[in-house]
């Protein structure tokens, strides 16, 4: 069966300092990956997303990166955090070539709060 | 730019009762409209909705999709408290747009 994980689940950091989240997905190959973030009142907001290694789009301009170094291996970056990069990050897998081909199966979330 | 509203924000109900949640979108090239349930971390998977007025049923869960007047809904007969949950509705086209979700608590 197919699992993912997301490390770490909780993260305080000072603003201005670095960001690395890390996603991994077992059982499955070449997934669609996605990363997601939830904020207060505003539902899931799609950061995100890759269809194969190396292969990245972007969703929303903003000071945050994603790279696909391995097939089952998702990082949401970034070099100085802002205090409004706080929130809820999911990592999340699907398969096939769009999102609505199936459904997408969620990590369990990385709660990140820039002090 | 594509838009999903869900409805009410939020709900509280006694156990037993019979709730529907609302979902309605306007989206470009629709593919499909998916229903998770969120409680504490990752959201969960419901049902997955491509097709006008065929019903998809889980247990006490049920939902139909109206691709006419393009909406949703998901009903829950018979709640319990364990249903006490946010409830987020996304529509697919080349990527999933998210609504704000439905917060719904269920009473003893």
């Known amino acids: 069966s197919q699992t993912i994980h997301q490390w770490p689940a909780t993260l305080v950091q000072p603003v201005g300092s670095p960001l690395s989240l890390e996603c991994t997905v077992e059982?499955?190959?070449?997934?669609?990956l996605y990363w997601y973030r939830q904020a207060a009142g505003r539902g899931l907001q799609l950061l995100f997303y890759s269809v194969g290694i190396g292969q990245i789009s972007s969703e929303v301009p903003q000071n945050l990166s994603a790279s696909r170094p391995q097939d089952r291996q998702f990082i949401l970056s970034s070099k100085k955090l802002l205090l409004s990069d706080s929130g809820f990050y999911l990592c999340?897998?699907?398969?096939?070539?769009?999102?609505?081909?199936?459904?997408?199966?969620f990590g369990p979330g990385t709660r990140l709060t820039v002090l | 730019e594509d838009k999903v509203v869900q409805s009410p924000l939020s709900l509280v109900v006694h156990e037993g009762d019979t709730v529907t949640l609302n979902c309605s979108y306007e989206?470009?090239?629709?593919?499909?409209l998916l229903w998770y349930k969120q409680e504490k971390k990752a959201p969960t998977f419901l049902f997955m909705l491509?097709?006008?007025?065929i019903e998809k049923k889980s247990g006490r869960l049920s939902s139909i999709l109206d691709k006419k007047e393009l909406f949703s809904i998901l009903n829950i007969t018979a709640t319990q408290t364990g249903d006490s949950a946010v409830y987020l509705c996304?529509?697919?086209?080349?990527?999933?747009?998210f609504g704000k979700g439905i917060t719904l608590s269920v009473r003893p």
């Open positions: 989206v470009t090239n629709f593919r499909s």
């Open positions: 999340a897998w699907s398969v096939g070539f769009l999102a609505g081909e199936a459904e997408q199966f």
């Open positions: 059982g499955t190959s070449n997934p669609n």
């Open positions: 491509t097709s006008s007025g």
């Open positions: 996304a529509v697919a086209n080349s990527k999933l747009t």
